[in-house]
């Protein structure tokens, strides 16, 4: 048995629900399934259950911080705090082609500012060598974007989160304002999703930053998974997805801090924007055909 508590957020179905097995077959002591409908979250309780696993349960949505400090202080009260922190809840755009500021403000709710609920109310009752993992995607690396500005800025290794806050109000003022630039984004569509990714994978960066503890904090590309997300289209399965979130839950050393993984379980240079890392559309448009 492994002595750890860990959580994960949106964890009902998808690439969530799959870390919580991975992590209950792993011997991982507590896994909280979290889910934003708590039916939702009680029917994926009975399918571990129906395997043999006991994951727990609580109730958790993102977007709403008195849910989220609930879970947080339910934690706290029955386990002392957590060990494991996937920030895993995500949605992604209603039209992939056009970008509206009711969407993009949808998107940036739930993937950008419900990450930073999480860290208000979980950052205080995590353990000693806690360890953080944040759901990225390849629509989350550098390479997404071409303003040079803010490449700049968000590579920069001293990064913050009011760095982060800013690329984001700068993003959602150009949507409301019909001023944003193709020329800024290597594709506009599913802009605001990756918007949203290219935030959790510097925030990771900048969450590292500024915590005071010994604590590991890491963003990942899971890969193209068969999801409800994906509407059913991708390479991998749920089960290969949760092997290298769960690599960095319990494998990888503590020292390491800071860093965008890939589905393989290798470190990618999130900085570089030059790299050919990004989501490219027409390329994920052949799986919905
Ligand atoms: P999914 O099957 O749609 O699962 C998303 C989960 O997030 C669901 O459980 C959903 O709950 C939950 N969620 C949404 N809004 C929430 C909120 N406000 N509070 C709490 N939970 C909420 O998608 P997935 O593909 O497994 O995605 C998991 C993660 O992987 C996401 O971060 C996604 O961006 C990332 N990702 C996926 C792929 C891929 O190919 N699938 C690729 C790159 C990255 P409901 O069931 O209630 O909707």
């Known amino acids: 048995m492994v002595n750890k508590v860990a959580l994960v957020t949106g964890s009902n179905q998808g690439i969530g629900f799959a870390?919580?097995?991975?992590?209950?077959?792993?011997?991982?002591?507590?896994?909280?399934?979290?889910?934003?409908?708590?039916?939702?979250?009680?029917?994926?309780?009975?399918?571990?259950?129906?395997?043999?696993?006991?994951?727990?349960?609580h109730q958790l949505d993102v977007t709403d911080s008195k849910s989220v400090k609930k879970c947080a202080d339910h934690i706290k009260l029955l386990h002392g705090g957590l060990d494991i922190l996937v920030n895993n809840a995500a949605i992604t755009v209603e039209n992939f082609e056009e970008t509206s500021y009711?969407?993009?403000?949808?998107?940036?709710?739930?993937?950008?500012?419900?990450?930073?609920?999480?860290?208000?109310?979980?950052?205080?009752?995590?353990?000693?060598?806690?360890?953080?993992?944040?759901?990225?995607?390849?629509?989350?690396?550098?390479?997404?974007?071409?303003?040079?500005?803010?490449?700049?800025?968000?590579?920069?290794?001293?990064?913050?989160?009011?760095?982060?806050?800013?690329?984001v109000h700068w993003f959602l003022n150009s949507v409301k304002t019909n001023t944003l630039k193709p020329e800024d984004f290597y594709q506009t569509e599913l802009l605001a999703y990756r918007i949203s990714k290219i935030t959790v994978s510097a925030l990771s960066v900048a969450q590292q930053n500024e915590i005071d503890r010994n604590i590991s904090i890491n963003s990942i590309h899971p890969g193209f998974v068969q999801t409800s997300m994906t509407l059913g289209a991708g390479i991998f399965t749920l089960e290969e997805s949760s092997k290298a979130p769960t690599y960095l839950a319990l494998d990888v050393d503590q020292s390491v801090k800071g860093q965008y993984f890939w589905f393989d379980k290798e470190i990618k240079d999130w900085r570089n924007p030059d790299l050919p890392l990004h989501c490219d559309y027409e390329w994920l448009k052949k799986y919905w055909q």
């Open 19 to 57: 870390i919580v097995e991975e992590l209950l077959k792993r011997g991982v002591e507590t896994v909280y399934i979290t889910a934003r409908h708590e039916q939702r979250g009680r029917d994926a309780v009975e399918k571990l259950k129906a395997k043999g696993l006991n994951p727990y349960f």
């Open 102 to 167: 009711e969407d993009a403000v949808r998107v940036l709710n739930t993937n950008y500012f419900g990450i930073l609920t999480i860290q208000e109310h979980f950052f205080p009752i995590l353990k000693k060598d806690a360890r953080v993992i944040n759901i990225s995607s390849d629509c989350g690396h550098i390479s997404n974007l071409r303003n040079k500005d803010w490449i700049a800025r968000l590579t920069n290794k001293h990064v913050k989160r009011a760095d982060v806050d800013e690329f």
